[in-house]
Structures are given as C-alpha cells and as structure tokens.
C-alpha cells in the first residue's frame, strides 16, 4: 500500500506568481506574514515585490520575516513566529527557495503546537494540530519544499539538522513561476539542480518507490541532464530555467511519497555542523553513496544511465549500471561544483559522530540497502578523498 502527498493546488507556468493574492483571498486571508531573505525582499520588481503587489490587488495586508538563513535555524523559525503572533497574522505566504519554506512551515508548527520542535516534532507524522494556511511561491529549482510535507531544520544548540516529515506540513497552494528563477547565480543554480538531480535518483532507488513515483522521477532525470548545463551557463535561458522547475517539481512529488536515503541522511550531518549548502553536500555525496548501493538494482541503475543520455547499447547490466555513476560525476563536475568534502574544510575526526546520526535520520531508513556505521564512515572518507579525475 502506497499513499500521495501533495499540495491541493499547484500553479505552474511564467506569469504564474500573479494568482497569489486570488488565492489567498480564496483561503480567507486577511493579514498575512510574509517569510523569505532580505535579499529577495529589497530587490527591485524582485518575487517579493510581485508577490506583494498580487496581495494588495485583493485588499490583504502583508507583514515580514525576512531573516531567513541558508539551512534556517530554529532562531529564525522562533523570530518569525514572534512577528506572526505579535502583528495577529492568519496565514503565512513563502517567497524563495527551500529554506524560506522550511522556515515558513517551520513558524506554522511552532504556532499551533506547544513543545520543542526537536524534541518534540523531529520524526514522521507527530503533529496533531494543521498549520495555518500556507502558500509557497518558490524561486530556486531545488529543493521542492513548496510541494513536500517535509520541513527541515537546523537545531543551533546541538548543531543538527532534523526533519519534521507530516501531512499537516503540506502547503495548501504552490506556485512555481520560472520568470522568478531567470538570472539566479550559476553555483545556486547548480547547487539546487544538483539538489533535485539528488532528490530524482534518490526516489528512483528508495525501498518506497512505486509505479507512481518513479514516472515523475525519471522524467526528472531526462530533464535535469538535458537542462542544468544550460541553465547554469547562461541564467536567462528562460526554456531551461522551465524545463528545471518542472524537474524540481517532479523529483519533489516522487520524493515526497518515494523516500529518499543516505545522500540526504548525511548531507543533513554536513548542514547541521558545517552550515554547508545542502545542495553541494548532497552532489559531492551522490556518486559516492550509489556505489555503495548500486548492487541493490542494477537494471535501476542501468535506466538512470539511459535517462542520462549515456549509450549504454551492448553492456552488461553491471557495467551499465556503472555508466549511471560517471554521469552523475561528469555533471556535477561541469557545473563546478566543489570535488570533495577535503575543500570544504569537513573534518575527519567527525565522521563518526555524523554517520551516527545519519542513521537516525528518516531518510535512511528507505535506503535501498541497510548499512552501518562503518559503512557511513567509509563512504564520508570516498566523499572526502575524491579527485576531480
């Protein structure tokens, strides 16, 4: 038995930012807080400004929070919560990318439920109240949190990223326009595709993948390998920067009901006692982590290689499923991102500690195989060893 989470209603397309004020009016809002960075928000005619400018066609009053951080913190989440309790707000708008979701969905839970989030909430479907109305407007094609019931963050006393994974977290509206996406930086725009290249495979291989799932996962996979190089070398490619939300937004609708595995399980480690950017954690670990699985599903393997674009006519099933690997790596080394963990400045002595707790994280649990933590270890040194060759 399989169950679907996604949002009611999903608005896709260039121009789409526009039926956000419609649609919070539809939801009764009548003062609504506003969660996203202060880049996003000072930018002129930028998403915020569009976003604000659709809520005051429909008599809605805005109020921010725009202390968002990469990885957002439980002090950003209790910052934005004192705002939205204070200024009476009754719903909450997220304008960015997956970080100004999580943060969003992040106040939502702190404002209906009592308690520690992590302590409390960290783990899958321990809500018990809904959240307030919640409408993301995603600017970035990554991480898919505008359509996930996931939300992720990171605990600043005990430096861990934690995921509180429910139904409740679902937005009730995403909206993702590509014209908000046109002009981002090459490194993001290569670190979120990564992101949803990650989410994509991840899916594909997961204990939890169906039918269902793994439709919206390689079409993911097609689109990212045929559109991330071009959309990081020249950012106002209007059709890739399309072609890539679509992606994101499908790799999120399989992971979100798929899984996902070690790649996430262990970049949370790396975001949460690094603060790295989680899209880079996760392409430095992606082709280490499917080496390790890739015994599990040659023949999965071998199809991600296809999707890929790689002549796999005449191979074995092994040797094609290896082909699957050297596109991943050839890709992330065409976007440039980062070779090894070594450059980041990730220290040996804690890979112990990190594989721990990536095995406590939800995503290891639909790993297609079950390691321990010697196996974690092994692959954080590949991870941490890995030339650009």
């Given at each position: 038995m399989f169950d679907y989470f996604v949002p009611t209603v999903n608005f896709f397309g260039r121009g789409s930012v526009n039926v956000t004020g419609e649609r919070c009016e539809i939801l009764g809002g009548k003062k609504v807080l506003i969660v996203t960075d202060s880049f996003l928000r000072n930018l002129p005619d930028g998403p915020v400004e569009k976003v604000v400018n659709s809520l005051k066609e429909k008599g809605i009053e805005t109020v921010f929070y725009d202390g968002v951080e990469p990885n957002p913190?439980?002090?950003?989440v209790y910052d934005g919560l004192k705002i939205f309790q204070v200024k009476n707000?009754?719903?909450?708008?997220?304008?960015?990318?997956?970080?100004?979701?999580d943060c969003g969905k992040g106040?939502?839970?702190?404002?209906?439920?009592?308690?520690?989030?992590?302590?409390?909430?960290?783990g899958i479907e321990r809500l018990s109240n809904p959240l307030p109305p919640l409408v993301c407007v995603n600017t970035t094609a990554g991480t898919a949190s505008e359509v996930t019931r996931h939300c992720v963050i990171t605990n600043t006393d005990k430096k861990i990223k934690y995921v509180i994974v429910s139904w409740r977290n679902t937005p009730l509206v995403s909206i993702n326009d590509p014209e908000l996406m046109v002009g981002k930086p090459p490194a993001l725009t290569a670190a979120t595709g990564m992101d949803a290249l990650t989410h994509a495979v991840e899916s594909y291989l997961s204990l939890g993948a169906n039918p269902v799932t793994d439709a919206a996962a390689i079409q993911a996979i097609k689109l990212i390998s045929e559109n991330l190089r071009q959309a990081v070398a020249y950012g106002h490619n209007i059709e890739a920067r399309e072609n890539m939300a679509y992606a994101s937004l499908l790799a999120g609708m399989a992971f979100n009901?798929?899984?996902?595995g070690y790649v996430h399980a262990m970049?949370?480690?790396?975001?949460?006692l690094y603060d790295m950017p989680h899209g880079v954690a996760n392409a430095i670990l992606l082709p280490?982590?499917?080496?390790?699985?890739?015994?599990?599903?040659?023949?999965?393997?071998?199809?991600?290689a296809k999707f890929m674009g790689e002549n796999i006519e005449?191979?074995?099933?092994?040797?094609?499923?290896?082909?699957?690997?050297?596109?991943?790596e050839k890709l992330s080394r065409d976007v440039k991102i980062?070779?090894?963990?070594?450059?980041?400045?990730v220290k040996e002595e804690d890979f112990e500690y990190m594989a721990e707790m990536a095995l406590q994280d939800g995503n290891a649990i639909s790993n297609p195989i079950q390691g321990k933590k010697e196996d974690i270890i092994e692959i954080f040194q590949a991870a941490f060893d890995s030339s650009s060759n």
């Open positions: 913190k439980d002090t950003n707000c009754d719903m909450i708008v997220t304008v960015g990318g997956g970080s100004a979701h106040i939502g839970i702190a404002a209906t439920h009592s308690g520690d989030l992590y302590e409390d909430y960290a009901n798929a899984g996902l970049a949370h480690q790396l975001g949460g280490h982590v499917e080496r390790f699985n890739i015994i599990s599903n040659p023949q999965k393997f071998a199809d991600i005449g191979l074995s099933i092994r040797d094609a499923a290896d082909k699957a690997i050297a596109a991943i980062p070779t090894n963990l070594k450059e980041l400045g």
